[in-house]
């Protein structure tokens, strides 16, 4: 049986594209025939090595570096997006930064850092992908939140608080956008398998794992395919909706 390509000839922008679940969602974007634009920050030996694995897979990648919390970085990587491609069909907001801490013991400095990359990072990205969208009459907007964002945990308010406002931020988005044919979604990944839970502790870990009905942490690739289901015209009718990737952690 032939497999169905989803995103042949699509320019997909994936924020925060290095590793972990910006890494699946690029490469399986690629590997449905998508030219992907891995943004990365810091981790630029990384984004490169992935760009390689693409393209020695046979499909098409590029690199491009920005940090998502400034707005002039943010400006010149849409404008050398719009010169290279003169389009972008899908914007993956995926950068974000999570730093555990307890209210009592939450600096400003964490909470400005926390909401600058988490939430104004979306903010900025989306303000011009969507410029770039309108004009086209059609796009995919797909924010990455959190199921922190819409249930809570502690020692995570800060994070927990830039996630949620990325769902209310999404669901607005999505009123605003859709008479011009952008939809715009969020995903809410659970435990997920990545070096942002590397140092959480055993009895924490298993804590959480235990309230998981399917009875395994989530993959990363378990997000990735969400994501290929939104940038999809298989998703055409879909918009406004947070959907949750938690094996059944939450309700």
């Known amino acids: 049986m032939k497999r169905e390509i989803m995103l042949d000839g699509k320019v997909v922008l994936v924020t925060g594209a290095s590793r972990g679940i910006g890494k699946a969602i690029a490469l399986l974007a690629a590997e449905n025939h998508a030219h992907v634009i891995i943004n990365y920050n810091k981790n630029e030996k990384s984004a490169s090595e992935l760009v390689d694995l693409i393209h020695g897979k046979g499909f098409s990648a590029s690199m491009i ?48 850092h926390t909401i600058d990359v988490n939430l104004k990072g979306t903010f900025l990205c989306t303000r011009y992908a969507s410029n770039m969208m309108r004009k086209q009459k059609a796009g995919r907007i797909i924010n990455i939140s959190s199921i922190v964002g819409i249930h809570g945990y ?98």
């Open 154 to 251: 502690e020692g995570q308010t800060v994070y927990s608080a830039s996630k949620a406002a990325v769902v209310g931020f999404t669901r607005s988005a999505a009123k605003e956008l859709g008479r011009y044919g952008i939809t715009v979604n969020a995903i809410a990944p659970g435990l997920i398998e990545t070096d942002l839970i590397k140092d959480m502790k055993p009895d924490v870990r298993d804590k959480m794992l235990s309230n998981i009905s399917l009875g395994r942490i989530g993959t990363p690739e378990d997000v990735a395919k969400v994501v290929l289901f939104l940038s999809s015209d298989l998703a055409s009718y879909v918009s406004g909706s947070v959907i949750a990737v938690d094996g059944c952690q939450t309700i």
């Open 65 to 112: 570096k920005a940090d998502v919390s400034s707005e002039d970085e943010i400006k010149d990587m849409f404008i050398s997006i719009k010169e290279k491609h003169s389009r972008i069909d899908v914007l993956v907001n995926n950068a974000g930064l999570m730093r555990n801490s307890l209210l009592a013991l939450t600096s400003t400095e964490l909470f400005d």
